[in-house]
C-alpha cells in the first residue's frame, strides 16, 4: 500500500538554541494521515531543508517527541550541530518549509517482560531515550516497575533532554567529563558501579551515544546475561535500506543501520 | 492524430517496449520494494536493480558514504546477496508488479559475466541485463574492464552468446574516450548502452587526516556529474545506432529532457531517489507536462532534437 | 624551535620558492590586474595567469559560460592577446609586485608550445612556466596532447630544452589513467605537475533546445569537481616524486588543507575567485588558523600526511 | 590602492514585487568608504545570497538607485525573475545577508555637449535608466535642455520604474507589445517614428534592453550620425574582466561586457 505522505513537508514552528550547540526543533506536519501516527521510539526522520542546494542528502535525526496537533502533528527534533548541514538546520528559523521522510527504521523492542528498564545517553544519545521514557508514561498499563536513566555530557550545562526523564524515571544519574556535576566521568562507568544491583534477568538496557561509548559498554557487557538494545549511527543517503550506505558490521556480515536498525542487540555488533 | 492532451510515452530499448523512458539506476532503488510505499512501482519504464553477482558479496567496510558538493561519494563495492538468493528472495516481490525487471549484472572475471547472464535468463521475471563493466568501488573486475575497449567487447559478447535476454552494457567515465568503448561493446553486441557509471573522486577528513571512505576512494554521483554524463551522451550517441540510455545527475525533468534532448533514448534516476523517494514521478510527470507544453505527441520526436546553436 | 603561532608556509616548486603555498589558477585571475583592487598580490604564492599563445587567438563565441550545480562550465578557447603583447602590456604591471609570476602556456603544435617557452624565458618577471596540455576547449591542441603519454613526454622534453625557467605541466582529467601521464611528463623533465585542468562537460537549453555553449562543450570547474580532482592529486603523488601542485574546486581553507594532505606541494585557486575575489587571502589565513589551531610549524609537515584510516 | 570594500555585505532592507515577476529590491551597505560613493549610471552590481551554495555564481543586476543612508549606502536593484538565480533571489525575506560587489563597469558615457537625451528602455532595460535619469535630477548643473524617454513592455501592468523617468523627463512615451497602454508595437518602431524630429548632432541616445531590441535600434540608426550607447547583457562569472566569459563582439574582435562594458557605442557591437 502507497504511503504519499511518508515523504512530508514540514512547517518549522521554532527552532531554539537550548545549550551551546544544542537545538530544539518543532515542526508541523498537517496530515492526520501519515505516517507518523505510528511512529515509535528509537525511530528517525531524514530531513532536508526545502528549496536549498545544500545539505543535499537529507540529515538523520531521532524522533525526540512526537504529538497530534490540530488535524496534523507535532515533531519534535532534538540535535546537537556537528558539521555544515546541522549548521545550516539550525539556522532556519519558524515558518521554513522542510522535507520530512518518517518514521524510518526499526525502533527499541519494547518487551513488557521487564520489570527494570535501564537508559544510557551519550550526549545527545538522550533523543531517542527520552521520547522511550515518554512512550512509558503514555502507556501508562505497560509501565515498567522501574526506569533508571543514566546521563552522560562533556559538562554540565550540556545537559538537555533531562526534564521528562526526571518526571519519569525513578531515578536519574549524571556523569560529566569534567566532573561539574554528578559522575565524574564516563557514564558507562557510572553505570558499571552499579551493573550488579540490577537482576540480569528482569532489567534490560536501551543506550544511544557516541560509538565510543557504546563500544566501552558492549565491553562491560561482554560476559553479562542481560539484555541490551543500542541505537548506532553511521552516514546515511537514502534513509531507507536502498544504497546499502549505511553499513553496520554485525556477527553475519553487513546490516543496513537505517532499515535493520538503527536498532541492534549490542551483542550482535562486531565492535572494532 | 496529433493529442499533445496524452503524449505517447513508450521507447524501445533494443527490444524492450518501455511504457515510458524513467527507469531507476542500478544500486540506488534495492530491489524495488524499498521504495514501493513511496511509489507505484508500476508506473516505473522499467527498475534496474542492485549489481547482483554469482556469489554474495560483503561490500566494502564503512564509511561507505560521503556528501560532496552538489554530489555524493559512495563505495558501497557491490553489496549483494548472489544471483541464487536474488532469484529466490527478490524476484517473486517484483513480479508482483507490471513493470520490466532489469538485473544490473557484475563479475570478477569474463566467466562470471557469463555465469550469471546465463543462470537469470532462464529466470522467469527478468527482463533484461544490464552489464556493469564500469563500478569504482571493486578491486577486480568494474572499471578494469570498462576502460579496455577489447576487454569491454569480449564481455560483451559473452553475455550476448548465452543469453536472450536484451544485453545493456553501462559504461564508465573514467575513461579518455568514452565513444571508442561504446563502439566496441556496440561491435560486441549490446543492444543498447547505459551511461555514466559514476566518476572515481576521494574526500577527506581534515581532523583525523585519513579519507572519509575506509576504501579511500569512491564513486561521485548527484547533480554535480551531470555535465560530464550530458557530454559523454552527447559523444556517443553521435558514434553509435543503438540505443542510448543517460545517467547522472538526473534531479528533475528538466535534466531528464535535457539528456532526451541530446540523444538519449531512456533515462536512470540514480542518487535523486535519496533526496526524494518520488523523484522518478516527478521527473515522469513533468516530462509529459513538458511535452504536452510544446506540443509533442510522441516522445520520440524530441529524443535527439538537439539543434547545434 | 616550534612556533605554532606563526607556522612556516613556504614550500618549494622545483626549485621556485613560494612564500606560502597559494597560488591562482591560470585564466581564472586574468593577468593580475583585474583583482588587485580586491586583494593585495604580494601576499599570493605566486600568480598563473590566463593562458598565452604565439599569436594573438580572438577565443570561442558566446555564450562561453553556464552555471550548473556547484560548478560552472566555460568554453573561453584559450582567448589571448599573444605573447609579444603580452609581455609588452602585462608584465610591466605585474613586476610591480613582489610575487612569483608563472606564464601558463599554450599551443597548437609541439614547436609552437617551444617557441613561446623560449620567448619567455629571457624576459625579466617571468618565474616559472606552466604547460597547458589539457584545455578542453580548442579544437587543436590542448587536451590532445595531455591524453596521449608519448605526446604529453615530447612536449615536456621540448619545452625543458629550450627555457631555464622551473616547467610545471598541468594535466587533464579527461583520462583513464591520470598517472600514466604523470610519469610521462616526468620522465620528460618535468619540475612540477598540477592537476586538474576542467572536465569536459555539457548543458542544454530546452526550450531553444540548443547547447548552453555556443561551442557545444565546455569545461567543468568548481566544488563539483573537487572530489575528483583529489583523488587525481592521490594517484599521481603515489607515483611520481616531482612536487604535485593541486587543482580543482577549492573554495575555502578547508579545501585546501584536503589537497595537502593528499600530497599537493601546493594549491591552485580558479573558480573561487569569482564567486569571492579575496578567496586566495581567506584560504591563505585559514591555512595558517588550520596551521595553528593543530600545532604544526612548518606546512611541509603537513604535506602528504594522509593516514590511511 | 586597495578597496577591501568592493566585496561587502548588504543586508536586505525590502524585497517587493512590484509587477508581475519584477522586484525591487532594497539593501544596506554599511560602510560610508565603500566604492559605492563614487557609483555611475549604467554601471553594475554582482549579487549573492550569503551562506547559500546556489545560486553559485553572482547575478549582474544594473544599479537602479543608490543614496547615503546613516553612515553607508541604500543600493536599489529592479530585476525580473527569468530563472533559476532571479527566483532565488525573490524569495528572499527583509534582514537576509547578501553579497554584494560593486559598482563595476564602465557605464553611461555623459557629456554634457548633448542637449537632447533619449532614453530608450525596453522591459527590465528601464533599470539603468532610471539612475541615469535620476542622476541628471541630482546635478541640476549639467541637466539637459530637453530628456525623452522611450519605455516599451509586454503589457501595460508590467510598467515599472516610471515614476521617476514621469517627474525628470520632457516626455515619457510608452509602447506595449499588445497595445494595452501607448503605441501598439516595439518601443523601437516608436522611437523610430519619431527620429527625424530630433536634431542628430544635439542629441545622445541611451538604451537598454532585451538584445534583439538593442540590435533593432543598431539597423535603424545605422546610417545616422546621432550618437547611441547602449548597455547590453552577457552571461557572467567573475564580472571584474578576469574570466574572459561576457564575451560580446566587436568590430575589433571580443570585448568584456563586465569591463569594457556594459556600455558601448552601438556601431561598435557586431549584432549578428
Ligand atoms: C539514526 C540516526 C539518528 C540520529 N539522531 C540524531 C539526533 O537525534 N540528534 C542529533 O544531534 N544527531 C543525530 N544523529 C546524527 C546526525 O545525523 C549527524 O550529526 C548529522 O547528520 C551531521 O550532519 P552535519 O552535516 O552537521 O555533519 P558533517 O559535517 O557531515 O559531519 C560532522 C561530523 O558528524 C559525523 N556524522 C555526519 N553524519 C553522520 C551520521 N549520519 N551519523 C553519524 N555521524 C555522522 C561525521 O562523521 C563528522 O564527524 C543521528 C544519526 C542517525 C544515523
Ligand atoms: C550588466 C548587466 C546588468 C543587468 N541588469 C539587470 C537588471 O537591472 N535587472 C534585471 O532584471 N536583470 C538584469 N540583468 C540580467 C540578469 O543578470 C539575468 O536576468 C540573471 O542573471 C538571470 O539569472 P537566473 O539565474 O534567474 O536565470 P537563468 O536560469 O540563469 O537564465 C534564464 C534566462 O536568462 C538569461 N540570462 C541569464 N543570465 C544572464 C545574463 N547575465 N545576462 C543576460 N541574460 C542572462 C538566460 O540566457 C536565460 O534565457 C543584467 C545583466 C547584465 C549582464
Ligand atoms: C549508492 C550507489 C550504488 C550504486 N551501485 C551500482 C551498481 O550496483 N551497479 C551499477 O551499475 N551502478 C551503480 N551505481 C551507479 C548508478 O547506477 C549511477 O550510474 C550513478 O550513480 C550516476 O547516476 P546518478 O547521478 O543519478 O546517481 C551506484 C550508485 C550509487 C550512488
Ligand atoms: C574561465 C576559465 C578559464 C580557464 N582558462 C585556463 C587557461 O587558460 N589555461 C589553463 O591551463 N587552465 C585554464 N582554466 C582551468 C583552471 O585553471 C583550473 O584548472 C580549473 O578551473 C579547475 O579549478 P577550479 O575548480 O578551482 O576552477 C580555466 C578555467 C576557467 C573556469
Ligand atoms: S542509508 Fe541507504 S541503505 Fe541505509
Ligand atoms: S564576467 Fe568574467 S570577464 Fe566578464
Not at chain 1, 527552532?15 to 518543532?26: Q, T, V, Y
Not at chain 1, 526499526?106 to 544519545?125: E, M, N, Q, T, Y
Not at chain 1, 546515511?236 to 550506505?245: K, N, R, S, Y
Not at chain 2, 534495492?30 to 512501482?41: C, K, M, Q, T
Request: glycine share 10%.
Amino acid at each position: 500500500m502507497l504511503h504519499k505522505n511518508s515523504m512530508m513537508s514540514g512547517r518549522i514552528i521554532s527552532n531554539r538554541e537550548i545549550a551551546k550547540d544544542h537545538f530544539l526543533m518543532s515542526l508541523k506536519v498537517s496530515s492526520a494521515e501519515s505516517s507518523f501516527q505510528e511512529a515509535s521510539p528509537g525511530q528517525f526522520v531524514m530531513l532536508r531543508v526545502k528549496g536549498r542546494k545544500f545539505p543535499f542528502l537529507g540529515r538523520p535525526l531521532s524522533i525526540y517527541s512526537i504529538y497530534p496537533d490540530d488535524g496534523g502533528f507535532i515533531v519534535e527534533l532534538l540535535y546537537r550541530v556537528v558539521g555544515e548541514g546541522t549548521y545550516v538546520i539550525s539556522r532556519l528559523k519558524p515558518d521554513e518549509e522542510m522535507y520530512i521522510m518518517g518514521p524510518l527504521g526499526r525502533g527499541f523492542d519494547i518487551s513488557p517482560d521487564h520489570s527494570c528498564v535501564i537508559l544510557i545517553a551519550g550526549g545527545i544519545g538522550i533523543a531517542p531515550l527520552s521520547f522511550l521514557c515518554e512512550h512509558y508514561r503514555r502507556c501508562a498499563a505497560g509501565r515498567p516497575q522501574k526506569i533508571i536513566c543514566y546521563a552522560g555530557v562533556q559538562r554540565s550545562n550540556l545537559l538537555v533532554g533531562l526534564e521528562r526523564m526526571e518526571e519519569i524515571c525513578s531515578g536519574v544519574r549524571i556523569s560529566t567529563d569534567d566532573g561539574s556535576r554528578g559522575y565524574h566521568g564516563l557514564v558507562t562507568e557510572l553505570f558499571k558501579n552499579d551493573l550488579s544491583s540490577y537482576g540480569h534477568r528482569d532489567s534490560i538496557i536501551y543506550a544511544c551515544g557516541p560509538s565510543a561509548m557504546l563500544k566501552g559498554l558492549a565491553g562491560i557487557l561482554k560476559d553479562q546475561s542481560v539484555s541490551c538494545q543500542v541505537s548506532v549511527e553511521e552516514r546515511m543517503a537514502c534513509g531507507v535500506g536502498a544504497c546499502l550506505g549505511c553499513a553496520v558490521r554485525v556477527k553475519s556480515g553487513y546490516k543496513r543501520v537505517c532499515r535493520d536498525g538503527p536498532v541492534f542487540d549490542i551483542h550482535e555488533i562486531v565492535w572494532d | 492524430m496529433k493529442n499533445p492532451r496524452n503524449p505517447k510515452l513508450q521507447v524501445d530499448i533494443g527490444g524492450l517496449a518501455l511504457k515510458n523512458p524513467v527507469m531507476t539506476a542500478s544500486g540506488t532503488f534495492g530491489y524495488g520494494e524499498e521504495y514501493s510505499r513511496y511509489i507505484d512501482l508500476n508506473r516505473l519504464g522499467a527498475i534496474i536493480v542492485k549489481g547482483v553477482s554469482l556469489e554474495r558479496r560483503e561490500g566494502n567496510p564503512p564509511q561507505r558514504i560521503m556528501e560532496t558538493p552538489c554530489g555524493m561519494l559512495n563505495s558501497i563495492g557491490l553489496e549483494n546477496v548472489g544471483v541464487r538468493s536474488f532469484i529466490d528472495d527478490k524476484i517473486p516481490f517484483l513480479k508482483k508488479f507490471n513493470v520490466p525487471v532489469i538485473v544490473n549484472i557484475f563479475g570478477e572475471t569474463a566467466p562470471e559475466y557469463r555465469k550469471v547472464a546465463e543462470i537469470l535468463s532462464d529466470v522467469e521475471g527478468v527482463h533484461g541485463l544490464e552489464v556493469n563493466i564500469s563500478c569504482p568501488n571493486v578491486e577486480k573486475g568494474g572499471v578494469a574492464f570498462g576502460a579496455d575497449p577489447d576487454m569491454a567487447y569480449e564481455i560483451t559478447r559473452d553475455v550476448k552468446s548465452v543469453t536472450d535476454l536484451p544485453v545493456i552494457v553501462k559504461l564508465t567515465p573514467n575513461i579518455t574516450d568514452i565513444a571508442e568503448i561504446a563502439e566496441s561493446v556496440e561491435s560486441g553486441g549490446a543492444d543498447a548502452i547505459s551511461l555514466i557509471n559514476t566518476l572515481k573522486g576521494m574526500s577527506v577528513d581534515i581532523e583525523k587526516r585519513v579519507p572519509h571512505l575506509k576504501n579511500i576512494t569512491g564513486g561521485l554521483s548527484g547533480p554535480a556529474v551531470k555535465p560530464v554524463a550530458l557530454r559523454m551522451v552527447w559523444e556517443v550517441v553521435n558514434r553509435v545506432s543503438v540505443p542510448v540510455i543517460g545517467v547522472g545527475g538526473i534531479m528533475d525533468a528538466a535534466d531528464a529532457v535535457e539528456f532526451l534532448i541530446v540523444g538519449a533514448r531512456a533515462v536512470q534516476v540514480g542518487t535523486a531517489n535519496f533526496v526524494n523517494p518520488r523523484a522518478t514521478m516527478d521527473i515522469l510527470e513533468g516530462i509529459e507536462d513538458y511535452l504536452i507544453d510544446h506540443d509533442i505527441s510522441d516522445i520520440n520526436e524530441l529524443i535527439g532534437m538537439l539543434k547545434k546553436g
